[in-house]
């Protein structure tokens, strides 16, 4: 009977072992919820492997705690909890570093081995600045004119970087306060900007060619929109509800202005269905508009284009094999790229279907996008990734793959959080954001031919 009561006393004993808190970043759970947590949501996103670990290791521990609580029941002294007490401790430290690291580590970080590779002769580097994070048309205008946006360490500290020669302007944005979305750029230092008013809580736009201007006509609502500049630099436009509508669906309309007189152009668009619209561009030499659009039915992304009518021209482009957003989709040409803007635990990837190849490539599993670029040619394609874990250590990369064949040309891994941007300078040039953990610089390379 004593026996019996001791094993019976160890195994009460050792449930406590699923009472230990795991404290993660935003929550606290016990063991054993997280483990039913886990049985709960097993799926692609979460294995039954991972989930046979995480159990494995529970019982493991329990069994270790049954076993020291038995040694105790059976023939209790004081000197035989010390080994339980010496558990807790233990227990707690291999609890949250398995729970929290290592095991969702084996499953949600891939290793990536791939080396360093391509030697390519250095153009010229720009110390102490990155290549900027700005809006633009999705038509790769910047890499047809060789030019790319850096930016410094002080507010709106900008710089035109141009080829051939590494010309470098600044863009003199003199008002100084934050903008508060990513400035509109065209080639020739040329942009759409905004300031914020603290006085008036009110968004000011502004215009910059050689210098900075108020927008003549500014939005009705400045606050809630977020204009574009036609591809000629002459016109803002903006996409906007039908002022006066208040019935859902609520129409919308395209708003185009002239930077230079009065006129206005007024475009409806489709009645309001099952899509989201995004305003990319504004052709108005060929008096087309480009736009994302979502079908939310479908779940399918494309590029739309209509004429100043509202009428749709020619077929939408639309990306296959991933989930663009608005700023995750470029067009080269006659062809695109695009990449998937948000992936919840699967590996993220980008696709490109271009005149010389198409292709898909796989992001290493544990790893985000931070930014893609094209060649104005359609030859080749530029990606940087970055951890999307807090969690394991994975070190960045910068990389530009053939897109015949997918071929990795070039490569560079970085530090963790580097968050390189890419861009191409014309065709054979191509530049990035080398990080070394202090100092930021831009570097120009030249593609062998």
């Not at 914020?196 to 006509?217: C, E, G, M, V």
């Amino acid at each position: 009977m004593d026996r019996r009561s001791a094993l019976l006393k160890a195994f009460v004993a050792s449930l406590g072992v699923y009472l230990i808190p795991v404290i993660g970043p935003h929550a606290l759970w016990l063991l054993g919820e997280h483990l039913y947590s886990g049985v709960a949501r097993s799926g692609p996103e979460h294995p039954l492997a991972w989930t046979a670990v995480e159990w494995a290791l529970a019982i493991s521990l329990q069994a270790v705690a049954g076993t020291l609580s038995y040694w105790f029941f059976a023939r209790p002294r004081w000197w035989r909890l010390l080994p339980l007490a010496a558990c807790v401790p233990i227990f707690f430290v291999l609890v949250e570093w398995a729970y929290l690291l290592a095991i969702p580590s084996r499953f949600l970080i891939e290793q990536d081995t791939a080396p360093e590779s391509g030697d390519w002769k250095s153009v010229c580097a720009v110390a102490d600045m990155s290549l900027a994070t700005v809006r633009s048309a999705p038509d790769v205008s910047l890499e047809h004119a060789g030019e790319a946006w850096l930016s410094g360490t002080g507010v709106n500290d900008y710089t035109v970087l141009a080829m051939p020669g590494c010309r470098k302007y600044a863009v003199e944005l003199s008002h100084a306060s934050p903008s508060t979305t990513l400035p509109f750029v065209l080639p020739g230092g040329r942009c759409l900007f905004n300031t914020w008013d603290n006085k008036t809580a009110q968004t000011h736009w502004w215009f910059y060619d050689t210098s900075s201007r108020p927008l003549r006509h500014p939005p009705a609502d400045p606050n809630r929109v977020a204009p574009i500049l036609s591809n000629d630099g002459n016109w803002v436009a903006w996409l906007e509800y039908v002022p006066g509508v208040t019935v859902p669906p609520l129409p919308q309309r395209v708003v185009i202005r002239s930077l230079r007189d009065d006129r206005e152009r007024l475009v409806s668009l489709p009645p309001p269905g099952r899509s989201d619209f995004v305003l990319l561009s504004a052709n108005m030499d060929a008096e087309e508009l480009t736009f994302y659009e979502h079908d939310y039915a479908s779940r399918e992304s494309s590029l739309t284009m209509l004429g100043l009518d509202g009428a749709q021209r020619g077929q939408p482009i639309v990306a296959s094999g991933v989930d663009p957003q608005a700023t995750t989709f470029l067009r080269a040409d006659t062809g695109w790229v695009a990449w998937d803007a948000y992936r919840e635990t699967e590996p993220y990837r980008v696709a490109w279907s271009l005149p010389k190849g198409n292709g898909t490539h796989r992001v290493p599993k544990g790893r985000g996008i931070t930014a893609v670029a094209v060649s104005p040619g359609g030859t080749y394609v530029a990606v940087s990734t970055s951890t999307s874990l807090n969690i394991g250590h994975i070190q960045d990369a910068v990389y530009v793959l053939r897109v015949s064949d997918g071929k990795t040309l070039w490569r560079r891994n970085l530090p963790t959080y580097a968050r390189s941007s890419v861009a191409f300078l014309g065709e054979n040039l191509f530049a990035y954001t080398d990080w070394d953990g202090t100092h930021a610089t831009v570097r120009v390379l030249q593609i062998p031919d």
